[in-house]
Structures are given as structure tokens and as C-alpha cells.
């Protein structure tokens, strides 16, 4: 059974990851002009293996977005031709996401900034602790994607 100060800790910490994430958006729409959600569609389709583009279900489960999110972040993207959705080949029904030719150079362009962006957002760690700190996140990623809150169940013993 944790204690009062482990779970003080697990709600700061999980309280944190929640500011650091609201921050983090702020941040990438006043500095780069964009969501955190259309800067990682961008990013993903721009992605070696993905020059032909992704299943929209496909694209989902990469980036761990809801489908409603995700098509309206699409439709800004579209809106600015940046993506384009086609008819997949093999289920016409469904559409493949892909990063149009302007929307590359767009991405392309921004390169700089977001490197600047991210050496600015890691500049007080070395490199050691930025491993470090990925190598955690992915722990804890993984974790929460196998964590399910289940409703305890009162058990009696009975002689």
C-alpha cells in the first residue's frame, strides 16, 4: 500500500506531466505556428516509410489521438494543403493520409525553428539526462497504455 508521500508524489508528478503538456502546446503555437497535434501529423507523415502516406485508423494509433481529433486537425491541414486524403487502394471506403509536396517544403522550412525550439526546451539538461528522461517517458508510456483503473471488488471470507 503506498503512502501519503508516494501518492503526494505520483499527484505531483502526474500533475506536472499535465502543466508540462499544456506548456508545451503554448509553446509550439506561439514559436512555431502550430498545434502540438498538426506539428506531430506533419512530423509523422514526413517520416521515412511514409512517403506514400498512412490509413487514417493507422495514423491514429501512431500518434495516440482520438479520431475526432485527428480529422480536425486533417481539415486545418487540408484547408492549407499541407495533406491530402486519397482513396486507400484496397478499401475504397477508407483514406490514406498523405503529406502533399507543399506541405513537405513546409515542414522542411520549419526545421530550423524547431530545432532551435527543442535545444531551447532541453537546455538546461545534458545529454545523458535527456536519454535519460526518454528512456522514463517511455516507461511510463508503456505503463499507462497497460494501466486500467478496475473497480475493486469486496471479497468476504467466508468460513
Given at each position: 500500500?503506498?503512502?501519503?508521500?508516494?501518492?503526494?508524489?505520483?499527484?505531483?508528478?502526474?500533475?506536472?506531466l499535465f502543466q508540462v503538456s499544456?506548456?508545451?502546446?503554448?509553446?509550439?503555437?506561439?514559436?512555431?505556428?502550430?498545434?502540438?497535434?498538426?506539428?506531430?501529423?506533419?512530423?509523422?507523415?514526413?517520416?521515412?516509410?511514409?512517403?506514400?502516406?498512412?490509413?487514417?485508423?493507422?495514423?491514429?494509433?501512431?500518434?495516440?489521438?482520438?479520431?475526432?481529433?485527428?480529422?480536425?486537425?486533417?481539415?486545418?491541414?487540408?484547408?492549407?494543403?499541407?495533406?491530402?486524403r486519397i482513396p486507400h487502394p484496397?478499401?475504397?471506403?477508407?483514406?490514406?493520409?498523405?503529406?502533399?509536396?507543399?506541405?513537405?517544403?513546409?515542414?522542411?522550412?520549419?526545421?530550423?525553428?524547431?530545432?532551435?525550439?527543442?535545444?531551447?526546451?532541453?537546455?538546461?539538461?545534458?545529454?545523458?539526462?535527456?536519454?535519460?528522461?526518454?528512456?522514463?517517458?517511455?516507461?511510463?508510456?508503456?505503463?499507462?497504455?497497460?494501466?486500467?483503473?478496475?473497480?475493486?471488488?469486496?471479497?468476504?471470507?467466508?468460513?
Amino acid at each position: 500500500m503506498a503512502s501519503e508521500d508516494d501518492k503526494s508524489v505520483e499527484n505531483r508528478l502526474f500533475f506536472r506531466l499535465f502543466q508540462v503538456s499544456n506548456i508545451l502546446q503554448k509553446q509550439t503555437i506561439s514559436e512555431v505556428g502550430l498545434s502540438t497535434v498538426q506539428w506531430a501529423v506533419l512530423g509523422a507523415l514526413s517520416r521515412k516509410g511514409f512517403e506514400e502516406g498512412i490509413s487514417f485508423n493507422a495514423l491514429t494509433d501512431y500518434l495516440v489521438v482520438s479520431r475526432q481529433s485527428l480529422d480536425g486537425v486533417l481539415k486545418r491541414l487540408e484547408r492549407d494543403a499541407h495533406v491530402e486524403r486519397i482513396p486507400h487502394p484496397d478499401d475504397k471506403r477508407a483514406r490514406i493520409i498523405l503529406l502533399t509536396s507543399q506541405g513537405r517544403a513546409f515542414w522542411e522550412s520549419l526545421q530550423p525553428r524547431i530545432h532551435e525550439f527543442y535545444r531551447d526546451g532541453l537546455g538546461s539538461f545534458s545529454f545523458d539526462e535527456t536519454v535519460s528522461l526518454l528512456h522514463y517517458l517511455n516507461k511510463l508510456q508503456h505503463d499507462l497504455e497497460n494501466t486500467a483503473l478496475h473497480a475493486k471488488e469486496e471479497t468476504t471470507d467466508t468460513p
